[in-house]
């Protein structure tokens, strides 16, 4: 165990916690659900089954290193040592979203209510979770090492996306660049870039084939294959949404894969509201205006998931 001085176990507020932090008590957003026609009691159940679960998990993991609690909301500025060991305890989302912060530290995702969450990032359920944790503390633990994005710019700034990155404009005005890839440079305007890791291709960029296949379908063609590749693949993948051909935009590069060796450039011509950000998370971006250059590429650092 002298490997980690602590287990950080990352939490989430359930919805009916931000409806009470909202309305301040927990009548108020009864009464507010309840007169816009839902169902209190399925908020009810979901907060009661993750706040049993939280208290189950503190008593299971007593295995000799104190227990600190973290909401998600405070990743992005907890001051990681690379001396704990992350206890993630949520939906998937909360493993993509934390796994950006936390280094080459190991998780161990936890689904607090399998029969409401898939739990595909998340391999224990609470009865196991000590076990999972005793593994890694007793080197024992077996981890998928997961392909994270990276985009660096060009004052320095850098972000990592687990399952993918989004570059383009803030709202739903075209997104205006200069795009680099293979040697060739072309002035674009589209509704933005997605560029996915082989963890996120079955999610954002599979809709983008959803669509390009109806529409192909629709029209009398012959529609692709979508993009599916591994968690472990160095490579990620880059779509171009929507892209408009006129007379200062082109169309000619809108989808290929980003390695260490082929990275991808993209030059802002957005005076302001172009955004750089990773995972859905708006809240958390980089402001990509103009005069900002953009590369992206699969990134050193990787995810480690523990499995067993």
Known sequence: MAEYEKIVLVTRRTRLAELVERFNTRSQARFYLEHAGQDFEDYAREDDTYRRSLDALHKLLELGL???????????????????????????????????????????????????????????????A?????????DQA??????????????????????????????????????????????????????????????????????????????????????????????????VREPFISRHSAASVVAGFVSAQQELEVESRMPSGGVIFSDGVEEDFLAFNAGTTARVRPATQRARLVVR
């Open 142 to 239: 077996r981890f998928r090492e997961v392909t994270l994005a990276e985009v660096v710019l060009s004052d320095g700034q850098r972000l990592l996306g687990f399952n993918d990155l989004f570059l383009g404009a803030r709202t739903h005005v075209s997104a205006r660049y200069t795009l680099h890839y293979e040697r060739h440079a072309e002035s674009q305007s589209s509704s933005g870039i997605i560029v996915s890791t082989g963890a996120g291709s079955s999610g954002w960029l599979s809709s983008v084939f959803t669509l390009a296949q109806g529409l192909t379908e629709a029209t009398g063609g012959q529609p692709g294959q979508p993009w599916r590749f591994s968690w472990e693949d160095p490579r990620l993948a880059f779509v």
């Open 130 to 138: 000590r076990v999972a944790v005793r593994h890694v503390l007793e």
């Open 66 to 128: 104190p227990v600190q609690q973290v909401d998600r909301s405070l990743v992005p500025t907890f001051l990681f040592t690379g001396k704990e060991l992350v206890v993630t305890v949520g939906q998937d989302g909360l493993v993509a979203n934390v796994a950006k912060y936390v280094g080459s530290q190991p998780i161990v995702g936890v689904n607090p209510d399998p029969e409401r969450f898939d739990g595909v990032l998340l391999p224990f359920g609470v009865d196991k």
